[in-house]
């Protein structure tokens, strides 16, 4: 089974911080992706990865950054964190070929103060 | 541009009741189709796909049949039981966007009781 592993399930930071959110795909997958989950808005991508050190921005990448320094990883980053960014993180990969199926981890509640 | 819409929830049905959730997309070209579910603290999963006009995907009892002619993929099963309360994604992958652009409904939130 393809697994997802975000580091955090819960987090609490204050207005300002730098917050690092990580995520590890077991499956060899190319592509890796970024959402936040808001109540009534669905999923919306924040940024996507189909290589190592590739990156493209996705529908709402303001405030945010991403690092992929080797395959199985795809980190987040929210340089300066403000409230708005309170929200459910999802991390996803896919194989690069078929149906794109995308596999999730069980996602980061983050709540900045 | 390319878009899913799906009922608003949450839903409440008893036990083995008759479940529908509809979906409807706009998109040019045969995007593939899909539906994903998210059961309590964990990430979405991938419930069933389509890929064509008039596909029938199904898994878990249940089914949802690729609609061209009206662009919906509504949600199906015959008898809900307490372990399908989750949340429901309807999704679709454009036509040529090499499969990155996943685009997601807003979800809809099943409750089934006993």
């Known amino acids: 089974d393809v697994k997802v592993t975000q580091s955090s399930r819960y987090l609490v930071k204050r207005t300002g911080e730098k917050v690092f959110l990580e995520c590890v795909q077991d499956?060899?997958?190319?592509?890796m992706f970024w959402y936040r989950q808001d109540p009534g808005l669905g999923l919306r991508l924040i940024y996507f990865?189909?290589?190592?050190?590739?990156?493209e921005k996705g529908d709402i990448p303001e405030g945010y950054s991403v690092s992929r320094e080797k395959k199985e990883r795809f980190s987040l980053i929210l340089e300066s964190a403000s409230t708005n960014q309170t929200s459910m993180y999802l991390c996803?990969?896919?194989?690069?070929?078929?149906?794109?199926?995308?596999?999730f981890g069980a996602g980061t509640r983050l709540s900045v103060l | 541009g390319d878009s899913v819409t799906q009922m608003e929830g949450p839903v409440t049905l008893s036990e083995e009741a008759f479940l529908t959730i509809n979906c409807t997309y706009t998109?040019?070209?045969?995007?593939?189709l899909f539906w994903y579910v998210q059961y309590p603290g964990e990430g979405l999963q991938l419930l069933l796909k389509?890929?064509?006009?008039?596909d029938k995907g199904s898994n878990k009892g249940f089914e949802a049949t690729y609609r061209k002619e009206t662009t919906s993929f509504h949600l199906e099963k015959g008898s809900v039981q307490v372990s399908d309360s989750a949340v429901y994604f309807c999704?679709?992958?454009?036509?040529?966007?090499?499969?990155?652009?996943?685009?997601f409904g807003a979800g809809t939130r099943l409750f089934v009781k006993a």
């Open positions: 389509a890929t064509k006009a008039d």
């Open positions: 998109a040019t070209g045969y995007p593939s």
């Open positions: 996803a990969s896919s194989e690069s070929r078929g149906l794109n199926i995308q596999y």
């Open positions: 499956m060899d997958h190319e592509n």
């Open positions: 999704a679709l992958i454009p036509p040529g966007t090499g499969g990155f652009k996943t685009i």
């Open positions: 990865s189909y290589d190592v050190k590739m990156k």
